[in-house]
């Protein structure tokens, strides 16, 4: 069932909407003030630097090239690009791996030799 709203809180809705749409436009004396504004300053926002500019154009070459690229040469620019980083990661590693091809010294049984105690006399 519904319910007639009353004149009062009609004419309060109106004058709230009156309200929010006649506000005054900023202007440069008046600052709008945030509660946190010393706990997280503003930073400017910073135009990108040279290096940013240079990894873009390199970027949007080496995509131009490779979509000119036939699927034969793709395929093979793939392979060529595993083959390489197999190849580096094989010499990065290449000390661990000549190590565990190495025979291992035989473990001597027994117990480990350690400094031998004279026995005490009581």
């Known amino acids: ?5 009353s004149t009062s809180s009609s004419a309060r809705t109106k004058r709230s909407t009156a309200r929010r749409t006649t506000r005054r ?6 600052r709008r003030r945030t509660t946190s504004g ?3 300053p ?7 630097g040279l290096p940013t500019t240079v990894g873009t154009a390199i970027g949007t070459l080496v ?3 490779l979509l000119d690229l036939s699927w034969p040469m793709r395929l093979l620019l793939i392979g060529v690009v595993l083959v ?4 580096y990661v094989l010499w990065r590693h290449r000390a661990e791996i000549a190590a565990s091809s190495e025979p291992t010294p035989p473990e001597p049984a027994g117990p480990p ?5 004279p026995p005490t006399s009581s």
């Open 25 to 30: 436009t900023s202007t440069s004396s008046t």
């Open 1 to 5: 069932m519904a319910t007639k709203r």
């Open 113 to 117: 030799a350690g400094p031998e105690v």
């Open 42 to 48: 503003r930073r400017r926002a910073s135009r990108p």
């Open 63 to 65: 995509v131009t090239t």
């Open 38 to 40: 010393s706990l997280y």
């Open 84 to 87: 390489l980083g197999l190849a």
